[in-house]
């Protein structure tokens, strides 16, 4: 069964809560790369030890890349179980950009080497993951540690698969904007074209 947290239904602490149903083994789950213009997205699950708070685990957005960094060298080193997974540019174009989302999710779901009890989804809207309950949290990754976390690793998962592209095809700036449609990104569209990594579905110009 799913539901639908509000930011009003939650008691907002002063720092992140552990996890929504007190359960240990309770898998936060985030995306990266939903809005981009180009490349796979990414996503991640993450099943935190009730004593990790870093005192800046917070929103990847909210994060320097410094931090980020720092971050995901922690998170992967002390998590219970953490998994990425992803969906190529085909199955973006394939399922649309949502569905896309939930599959990469639902891959780093099958990934985690300890299996999760219940699933806290950043966002409103989750296609279910077969066999394991979850909840959807609108703003979860500024307000539960191990969806901040999921967002942290997908992003810099991401970000360093961007970094890769754009040694292939460094016209459009990827190292710097990860494939997001920034006015240099646009403009160089507009010079060179699209590549294969971009998603001929999306409004490129």
Aim: aromatic residues 6%.
């Amino acid at each position: 069964m799913s539901s639908i947290v509000s930011r009003s239904a939650a008691t907002i602490s002063p720092g992140l809560l552990a996890t929504h149903t007190g359960h240990p083994h309770e898998a936060g789950l985030d995306e990266a790369g939903r809005g981009c213009l180009a490349g796979p997205v990414f996503a991640a699950a993450v099943i935190l030890p009730p004593d990790f708070n870093p005192p800046f685990l917070n929103d990847s957005k909210q994060l320097t890349p410094r931090r980020r960094e720092v971050l995901r060298e922690a998170i992967c080193a002390e998590a219970v179980a953490w998994a990425v997974g992803s969906a190529t540019i085909e199955e973006i174009e394939t399922h649309n950009i949502a569905q896309a989302s939930y599959l990469a999710m639902h891959r780093a779901v099958a990934a985690l080497h300890v299996p999760a009890a219940h699933l806290l989804v950043d966002g409103n809207r989750f296609r279910p993951y077969p066999g394991v309950a979850h909840t959807c949290a609108v703003g979860g990754d500024g307000r539960y540690r191990h969806i901040a976390a999921a967002s942290v690793l997908a992003k810099t998962f991401r970000d360093a698969h961007m970094l890769e592209l754009d040694r292939e095809f460094p016209h459009y700036g990827w190292a710097r904007n990860a494939g997001y449609p920034t006015a240099a990104h646009r403009t160089a569209l507009r010079e060179h074209g699209p590549t294969r990594h971009h998603r001929m579905g999306f409004r490129l110009l």
